[in-house]
């Protein structure tokens, strides 16, 4: 029984919380991959700025991270419509290459404007020690318990923006063939713009859920561009629900991996956690790369 | 004043020019029928209005207005729906959404012009809540088509609406191009089926490497024995 207890605690319980927040910017990724058509190198990054936007209202007013959220969400959604009226927009017509080429470029404003507004050094939300809650031999922090709760709401949101309101069916419209979406009179900017605050707005959502969790730093982006596209290539990339279940599928499989499966010894070192997404990725790319839940190839 | 005419159009795609000065047009509540050969510029024609095609020369009237060079969601707010040949239904949506995605301009009393859509495309009805992507081509044209009539269009572009459809579909197709028609919506037709589409039309064009070979009512150019031998097949 301790030993299955351990399992939960320590590998299943925090390989969902990280889904979680892999699956709010894969989320991102894949919209955008299927409204824009380019792989938005740049979306790690709408994640670190989320997190240290809530930093702003944290530190100076102690806020609690959560009531900063909202804030956070807002604040990336507006910089994100900035960005794309600068970067992305003019490159509108050009070939895909060009607009991935240009979210490398924001990828490293973004980081450096993070670092010189806030500086390199790592930070943390001070929400002070919570005990977990204990069920049994169960232990499961209140942290955790919103993360999921949270996400979840947010992607129920998001299915019911996207199967009820015009605008969410026009941005499923607009995915499945643009051309004919423009000659039907859809207005495919509106549909654009909601792109960028929906897709950047869950993804600093996600940032101030790692903030929450562990800590804040102006690489933290970087280190999750990995995972996302992992998330998003195994979900099948334009496909929303899929990018969720990917994200899901590669917290879990990151953390499960570090399990002592076969011995007292981590099945997989977790310093490789990143190894696995990478893997997953590989795999997928070669096997099926439509993803499984048949995205864009 | 004509629902639409085309004056001298020249357009193309790259450094290509299809159309080197076509001229049309449409009368309000008429049927106008393009027919010619292969690679003729039939559909480049309709491509150029809506901006698939590069406009450069030449210019397109729409209720007496130039409409030239206008975004496809202008036109559309003006009154001019286009269906195009192929990709022409949202596969992945259900076909009520394709139809609501017909109305995005116009928002207000969708529940009725879903209900006029149904009425004129019976076969439909059932197939409310499928994927688009999964009817059979005569039953996406008519999504295609339902599409187009939500904007409550006063001119409807289709392009070859009975392309790789079987003789019987095709038939359906025409007969809801007249019911379309009936109700007083101008009606620009590209079609292969010359003889079949010159038979609904009023008025019809023929183009041929990208120019005007013959400009006449329907059934006067149904009787030119020239254009009988040259372009309908004998």
Avoid at chain 1, 60 to 82: D, E, F, Q, R
Avoid at chain 2, 82 to 93: D, G, I, M, T
Wanted: charged share 15%.
């Amino acid at each position: 029984m301790a030993a299955l207890s351990d399992f939960i605690n320590l590998y299943l319980l925090p390989g969902l919380v990280v889904g979680c927040i892999y699956a709010l910017g894969a989320i991102g990724i894949s919209l955008l991959f299927g409204i824009l058509r380019f792989a938005h190198f740049a979306h790690g990054d709408m994640m670190t700025l989320g997190a240290y936007l809530a930093i702003i209202f944290t530190a100076s007013w102690g806020w609690s991270p959560y009531a900063a959220l909202p804030v956070a969400v807002i604040g990336a959604a507006i910089v994100a419509l900035g960005l794309d009226r600068a970067f992305y927009k003019p490159f509108r017509r050009a070939p895909g290459i060009v607009s991935v080429i240009a979210s490398f470029g924001v990828m490293l404003m973004l980081r450096s404007a993070i670092q010189l507004i806030w500086g390199v050094d790592v930070k943390t939300y001070d929400i002070g020690i919570r005990f977990p809650m204990e069920f049994g031999l169960l232990k499961i922090a209140p942290r955790q318990v919103t993360i999921v709760l949270v996400t979840a709401a947010l992607v129920v949101a998001l299915h019911l923006f996207l199967t009820r309101t015009r605008l969410g069916k026009a941005m499923r419209a607009v995915s499945d063939d643009a051309d004919l979406a423009r000659v039907s009179g859809i207005n495919v900017e509106q549909v654009i713009r909601w792109t960028w605050i929906i897709g950047a707005g869950l993804a600093a959502a996600g940032g101030v859920f790692i903030g929450i969790q562990t800590k804040v730093h102006p690489n933290m982006g970087w280190d999750l561009l990995l995972p996302l596209f992992a998330a998003a290539v195994l979900g099948g990339i334009g496909r929303p629900y899929g990018a969720v279940a990917g994200g899901l599928a590669i917290g879990l499989a990151q953390e499960l991996a570090t399990y002592r499966w076969f011995s007292d010894e981590p099945f997989v070192d977790p310093g490789y956690k990143p190894a696995v997404a990478f893997s997953v990725m590989v795999v997928m790319l070669i096997w099926r790369p439509t993803g499984l839940f048949k995205g864009r190839s | 004043m004509s629902l639409l005419s085309v004056e001298n159009l020249v357009a193309g795609y790259g450094p290509v020019d299809i159309l080197q000065g076509v001229n049309l047009t449409v009368e309000a509540g008429r049927i106008a029928v393009i027919v010619g050969p292969n690679g003729a510029g039939k559909s480049t024609a309709m491509k150029a209005i809506f901006g698939l095609a590069q406009v450069r020369g030449g210019r397109v009237l729409f209720e007496g207005q130039e409409i030239t060079r206008l975004p496809a969601d202008t036109l559309c707010g003006r009154g001019i729906a286009y269906v195009p040949q192929e990709r022409n239904v949202f596969r992945s949506l259900s076909v009520r959404e394709n139809l609501e995605m017909g109305a995005f301009l116009k928002p207000g009393n969708i529940a009725r012009r879903i209900a006029e859509v149904l009425t004129l495309f019976p076969p439909l009805r059932e197939k409310l809540a499928q994927a688009a992507g999964e009817l059979s081509g005569g039953q996406r044209q008519m999504v295609a088509m339902g599409r187009a009539l939500m904007l409550e269009p006063k001119l409807l572009m289709l392009d070859e609406p009975t392309a790789g459809l079987s003789p019987l579909y095709m038939d359906q197709i025409f007969d809801r191009i007249i019911a379309v028609n009936k109700s007083g919506v101008g009606v620009l037709l590209v079609e292969q089926n010359a003889k079949q589409a010159l038979a609904i039309a009023h008025t019809g064009y023929v183009l041929a490497t990208g120019r005007n070979r013959f400009t006449d009512t329907a059934a006067n150019l149904l009787a030119n024995r020239e254009v009988a031998e040259s372009f309908l097949g004998g």
